[in-house]
């Protein structure tokens, strides 16, 4: 091939984006798998069902069979008595701390005393 | 299967969701029965693990669909499907390759990849597009196929590839190039 005969750079002798247009062509799958599909689909979506239902009721039933149980009952009672314990020790300390405001006893009058000398 | 079935559904226990969310996906592949076909078929050249492929990707994108659908922000499905298919055939392939091969598959494995004899209908030209494209790197090749077998642009591309816009349109420009230099040859 001499160089007049030669395409000029940058033109293809090939089309190829031609070719592959033509050979590559979309394939329609057959009508078995789109019937196949939804029956797998239809199972597949009956079963997540399923397991949603006994997955809310395994909850329930856990929660409920939770609540019955006596072991369970023995964290709200320490809760509840260690919260009243600490309540009632509040309560001491605001009611001796009143008292001695009001009445400061022979410590005070002596500390009165000292302080007029 | 039950216990491999671990749908985003699952996880929101309204039955009005899941219900919605099932009908979404059911007009998904509806709309990607065919592009997920045909390339699947264009990886593995024959009909009956073509079927096979399609539908372990749509049980696959089933699975994931909602999470899926929430990070697409709106945007087309069909390049996860078929990133899903690609990695899909991947395996396909690295399974077969640990088999021992038959004579048949050894005899014209690009007629057996492609489905040489249908697709160009012994036309010498396209005959000879086909296997050259099977002599192009794996990441060329594939990139053609979503190209011009589904006609999926750039971006889409890209998204399946899992690679930026820039590179995969220099991927297809090469693969062109390569392609169309072989068959000048």
Do not use: C
């Not at chain 1, 798998?33 to 006994?54: G, K, M, N, P």
């Not at chain 1, 019955?68 to 309540?87: H, I, L, Q, S, Y």
């Not at chain 2, 045909?38 to 079927?51: F, P, T």
């Amino acid at each position: 091939m001499s160089a007049d005969e030669r395409p000029p750079k940058g033109v293809m002798t090939t089309d190829v984006e031609r070719l592959l247009s033509d050979a590559l062509r979309p394939i329609d799958p057959p009508q078995s798998l789109w019937s196949r599909f939804e029956e797998t689909f239809a199972a597949v979506t009956q079963a997540a069902a399923d397991e949603l239902s006994d997955w809310a009721d395994e909850l329930t039933d856990s929660e409920l069979s939770s609540l019955r149980d006596p072991r369970n009952w023995v964290r709200p009672v320490v809760a509840a008595a260690a919260g009243g314990v600490a309540t009632g020790a509040l309560v001491v300390l605001e009611v001796r701390r009143r008292s001695k405001r009001s009445n400061g006893g022979l410590k005070g009058l002596a500390g009165d005393l000292r302080s007029r000398i | 299967m039950n216990g491999e079935i671990e749908t985003a559904a699952q996880t929101s226990a309204d039955p009005a969701a899941k219900a919605e969310l099932d009908k979404a996906f059911s007009d998904l592949y509806r709309t990607h029965l065919r592009d997920v076909y045909s390339y699947s078929y264009y990886r593995v050249g024959n009909h009956h693990d073509a079927e096979d492929l399609t539908e372990q990707a749509f049980l696959q994108a089933y699975r994931h669909f909602e999470r899926a659908r929430r990070e697409s922000d709106g945007r087309p499905l069909r390049p996860w499907l078929i990133r899903i298919a690609h990695n899909l055939a991947s395996n396909h392939h690295r399974d077969r390759s640990r088999r021992p091969q038959t004579p048949l598959e050894n005899a014209d494995p690009i007629a057996a990849r492609h489905g040489t004899e249908a697709v160009a209908e012994g036309r010498e030209e396209l005959r000879a597009v086909i296997e050259n494209l099977g002599h192009l790197p794996d990441d060329r090749r594939e990139a053609l196929i979503m190209r011009f077998a589904l006609g999926m642009d750039n971006r889409e591309i890209a998204r399946a590839l899992g690679r930026t816009d820039g590179a995969t349109k220099v991927l297809i420009h090469r693969a062109i190039k390569q392609l169309q230099e072989e068959m000048d040859s």
